[in-house]
């Protein structure tokens, strides 16, 4: 199987707000769902197609516990295709740098 990771650096820098955040982190996992080669293994690419559809589909709702929901289970995602060695999630040095960072030792 061939998952396609994305090169270090950021995806979204200077806002926190889930309106900003969730377009641009949902666009993201999107290719990299159509990117990678599953092989066969449908479940994994529909549970992906699943994150996205449940954190767009949060931006509508007036709970914001539901889209910190969705945003997290958007990050744990996107983690899943940091390349070996890093992560995704908040840069140590700017809270609102969202991308894929090296792991520091």
Do not use: K
């Not at 990771?5 to 666009?27: A, F, R, Y």
Request: glycine fraction near 12%.
């Amino acid at each position: 199987m061939n998952i396609y990771t994305h090169p270090l650096g950021t995806i979204s820098h200077g806002t926190m707000n889930p309106e900003h955040l969730i377009p641009v982190l949902t666009d993201v996992l999107e290719g990299l769902v159509q990117r990678s080669d599953w092989c066969g293994g449908q479940h994994h690419r529909d549970t992906f197609i699943s994150i996205i559809w449940d954190a767009r589909e949060s931006l509508d709702s007036d709970e914001y516990e539901e889209v910190e929901w969705a945003l997290g289970r958007l990050f744990d995602a996107l983690d899943g295709f940091a390349p070996e060695g890093a992560y995704f999630g908040a840069h140590p040095g700017d809270g609102s740098d969202y991308g894929f960072w090296p792991l520091e030792d």
